[in-house]
């Protein structure tokens, strides 16, 4: 006779084994080189601002109530400011709550984090759905007793120079050093086609 308690116990383990590789994802699903998920995707039509041609974009879609991914995601991105101080990076934060996120609320947060965090504003939320769907990402809005949360991945994107996708994280959970060094060799790729 089967236990009752094993398929329950098979299907926990599962979903234990799944949440502590998270944040090994990327690497694990990488082309081995890179502790990033490699994707190769032009973004030309993604609304980012101009930059020149060796900048990189690190990209993050949330909103500043945010109270889970969004200030852990924006401290990791802190962090690698500090780390590439004369590199050239950027930190493009989008929208995904135009209507909260105000203009001058979003210029303050950027003002806070650095002169190289540069914020976009959707019009809309349905505007912002575009850009994250535009990333192969998505948004949707979770009406609370309060107000709403918005549902997203809270994954951290790489756009080269040439508006091209080029890695992307999927986990706040990252091991700093590894994306640091993801950055360089993507820096000194494009560095040397000058």
């Known amino acids: 006779m089967k236990a009752k308690w094993l398929p329950a116990l098979l299907l926990s383990l599962a979903v234990s084994v799944v949440l502590f590789s998270l944040p090994f994802l990327p690497a694990l699903l990488s ?3 890179y502790f990033g998920l490699k994707r190769k995707t032009d973004v030309g039509e993604l609304a980012l601002p101009a930059t020149d041609k060796q900048t990189l974009s690190l990209v993050f879609l949330g909103y500043l109530q945010c109270g889970t991914v969004c200030p852990k995601q924006l ?7 500090e ?11 989008i929208s995904l709550d135009p209507e909260r ?3 001058t609320k979003l210029k303050q947060t950027m003002q ?12 809309s939320f349905q505007a912002a759905q575009k850009l994250a769907m535009d990333l192969m990402d998505s948004a949707a809005i979770r009406p609370t007793s309060q107000s709403y949360e918005i549902d997203h991945s809270g994954f951290l994107y790489v756009v080269n ?30 560095d040397d086609r000058k």
């Open 31 to 33: 082309d081995g080189n």
């Open 75 to 81: 401290l990791n991105l802190k962090v690698l400011d």
């Open 83 to 93: 780390r590439l101080k004369n590199a050239p990076v950027r930190f493009i934060f």
């Open 101 to 103: 996120d105000t203009s």
């Open 112 to 123: 806070a984090l650095g002169e190289r965090f540069v914020a976009v504003r959707p019009e």
């Open 161 to 190: 120079p040439a508006r091209q996708l080029e890695l992307v994280y999927t986990s706040t959970a990252l091991d700093l050093d590894r994306v640091e060094q993801d950055l360089r060799r993507l820096i000194n790729r494009f």
